[in-house]
C-alpha cells in the first residue's frame, strides 16, 4: 500500500479536476466491511441486517453485491480506509481493512488515505474551491443541495438523482420517487453509463455508492465518495462528527 496524508489527497483531487480523466475515490466504513464479508466472515443475519439497515426491505443477492463491492476497491484511485477514531468504535470497524487484506484487495501499488479527507475537505473550506465554477456536476443523493451547489459555487448546470434516505435512522425529506434498490438501482447505472464521460459525480449512497462511483471511472468520469457531507450540506446532523452542523454549510 501507498499511504496518502491529507495533502497529498487534495493535490492529487484538485490534479484530477483541474485535467479531467477516469478517476475514483471510494470509501469503505464499517457497512462496506460488514457487507462485503458476507459469507466467509460475516453471516447472514448480520449483512442482512446492514443492506436493511441502508435500502429497508429490499430484496438483494448478498453474495452477488459483496462481490461487486470487493470489485469497486480496485477502481479506486485513492481508497479511504477507517483511522484511528474509527477504529476504536467496535471491531466491525477494525474489520474493514483486515477483511480488505484477507480479499487481496489493498495490492503494493493501491494508494489509501483516512476515509476522513473528505471531512477534512469541509472543516478547511476547500470544497467550495474544488467544485466553484464547474460547467457542471452530477450528484447522487438523498438530499437536494442542488441551490445550494448553484448559489454558493456558482456551477451553471446541476444534475441528480434522488435515492431515498437510509431506512435507520431516517431522516430528512424524502425526494425520490421509488425504493433504492431494484427501482433506481439500475437507472442510476444507464444514467451514469450516459453522462459520465469527463464529468464529475458527487456521490453519496451507502453500499451502492461504491458501486456507482466504480461505474463512473470505467465509464470515464470523476467520483468522488463524499458520503454523509450531503447531510452535512443539508444542516441534517446524521453522524457524531456532524455535531457542530454551522461547519458543515457549503
Given at each position: 500500500?501507498?499511504?496518502?496524508?491529507?495533502?497529498?489527497?487534495y493535490?492529487?483531487?484538485?490534479d484530477?479536476?483541474?485535467?479531467?480523466?477516469?478517476?475514483?475515490?471510494?470509501?469503505?466504513?464499517?457497512?462496506?466491511?460488514?457487507?462485503?464479508?458476507?459469507?466467509?466472515?460475516?453471516?447472514?443475519?448480520?449483512?442482512?441486517?446492514?443492506?436493511?439497515?441502508?435500502?429497508?426491505?429490499?430484496?438483494?443477492?448478498?453474495?452477488?453485491?459483496?462481490?461487486?463491492?470487493?470489485?469497486?476497491?480496485g477502481?479506486a484511485?485513492?481508497?479511504?480506509?477507517?483511522?484511528?477514531?474509527?477504529?476504536k468504535?467496535?471491531q466491525?470497524?477494525?474489520?474493514?481493512?483486515?477483511?480488505?487484506?484477507?480479499?487481496?484487495?489493498l495490492?503494493?501499488?493501491?494508494?489509501?488515505?483516512?476515509?476522513?479527507?473528505?471531512?477534512?475537505?469541509?472543516?478547511?473550506?476547500?470544497?467550495?474551491?474544488?467544485?466553484?465554477?464547474?460547467?457542471?456536476?452530477?450528484?447522487?443523493?438523498?438530499?437536494?443541495?442542488?441551490?445550494?451547489?448553484?448559489?454558493?459555487?456558482?456551477?451553471?448546470?446541476?444534475?441528480?438523482?434522488?435515492?431515498?434516505?437510509?431506512?435507520?435512522?431516517?431522516?430528512?425529506k424524502?425526494?425520490?420517487?421509488?425504493e433504492?434498490?431494484?427501482?433506481m438501482?439500475?437507472?442510476?447505472?444507464?444514467?451514469?453509463?450516459?453522462?459520465?464521460?469527463?464529468?464529475?459525480?458527487?456521490?453519496?449512497?451507502?453500499?451502492?455508492?461504491?458501486?456507482?462511483?466504480?461505474?463512473?471511472?470505467?465509464?470515464?468520469?470523476?467520483?468522488?465518495?463524499?458520503?454523509?457531507?450531503?447531510?452535512?450540506?443539508?444542516?441534517?446532523?446524521?453522524?457524531?462528527?456532524?455535531?457542530?452542523?454551522?461547519?458543515?454549510?457549503?
Amino acid at each position: 500500500m501507498i499511504p496518502l496524508n491529507f495533502d497529498q489527497f487534495y493535490t492529487e483531487l484538485a490534479d484530477v479536476l483541474l485535467n479531467p480523466r477516469p478517476w475514483a475515490h471510494m470509501r469503505y466504513g464499517d457497512g462496506e466491511g460488514i457487507v462485503m464479508g458476507y459469507p466467509e466472515y460475516t453471516g447472514r443475519l448480520k449483512a442482512a441486517g446492514r443492506w436493511s439497515k441502508w435500502l429497508g426491505n429490499a430484496d438483494i443477492d448478498m453474495a452477488v453485491f459483496a462481490e461487486k463491492i470487493r470489485e469497486s476497491v480496485g477502481y479506486a484511485d485513492i481508497v479511504g480506509t477507517p483511522c484511528l477514531r474509527h477504529n476504536k468504535v467496535n471491531q466491525d470497524w477494525r474489520n474493514v481493512k483486515i477483511f480488505l487484506n484477507r480479499f487481496d484487495l489493498l495490492k503494493p501499488q493501491t494508494k489509501t488515505c483516512c476515509m476522513d479527507c473528505t471531512i477534512e475537505l469541509q472543516t478547511k473550506e476547500l470544497y467550495k474551491k474544488l467544485l466553484s465554477e464547474r460547467e457542471s456536476i452530477y450528484y447522487i443523493s438523498c438530499r437536494n443541495v442542488d441551490n445550494i451547489l448553484q448559489e454558493k459555487c456558482n456551477i451553471k448546470n446541476v444534475y441528480h438523482k434522488f435515492i431515498p434516505p437510509q431506512a435507520r435512522p431516517n431522516k430528512g425529506k424524502d425526494y425520490s420517487e421509488q425504493e433504492h434498490f431494484p427501482g433506481m438501482y439500475f437507472e442510476i447505472l444507464e444514467w451514469i453509463i450516459n453522462n459520465a464521460q469527463n464529468n464529475l459525480f458527487l456521490v453519496g449512497a451507502g453500499g451502492l455508492g461504491k458501486i456507482y462511483c466504480m461505474e463512473v471511472k470505467k465509464a470515464g468520469g470523476i467520483a468522488l465518495d463524499i458520503g454523509s457531507i450531503f447531510d452535512g450540506w443539508a444542516g441534517l446532523m446524521t453522524r457524531s462528527y456532524l455535531k457542530d452542523i454551522r461547519k458543515f454549510s457549503l
